[in-house]
């Protein structure tokens, strides 16, 4: 997927009901950025841009539906390769960060 420009879907941004619409800038990793929606603490509709495509793909789908605290026990710590964190890691972080009002417009 082609990312999308800065400013463009800000962190926050209000779909409905209670759902928000968050982005974050990921770190130490091939992806770029994730966006995902966050309904209470429920997690949907995440896309990965940039990234190995098909595992990020599987990974949004397996994991959409999941609480923030299902996310981080499956997935926080995934390191790849020598890298000190995955795309699955930065998910969990940015996640929490969403979930505890951490994930500001700064990290766009």
């Known amino acids: 997927m082609a990312i999308p420009p800065p400013g463009s879907n800000l962190p926050g941004i209000k ?7 968050y982005q974050y800038k990921t770190q130490y990793t091939c992806s770029q950025y ?5 309904n209470g603490n ?4 995440i896309v990965f841009y940039g990234g190995c495509n098909g595992n990020l793909k599987a990974i949004s789908k397996l994991v959409d539906g999941w609480t923030v605290e299902k996310i981080e026990e499956y997935l926080k710590g995934n390191t790849c390769g020598r890298r000190p964190t995955s795309c699955a890691d930065q ?3 940015a996640v929490r960060k969403a979930y505890d009002g951490r994930l500001g417009s700064s990290e766009t």
């Open 15 to 21: 779909k409905g009901s209670d759902t928000m619409r």
């Open 34 to 38: 994730i966006e995902f929606d966050l």
């Open 42 to 45: 429920v997690v949907s509709n």
């Open 91 to 93: 998910l969990a972080i």
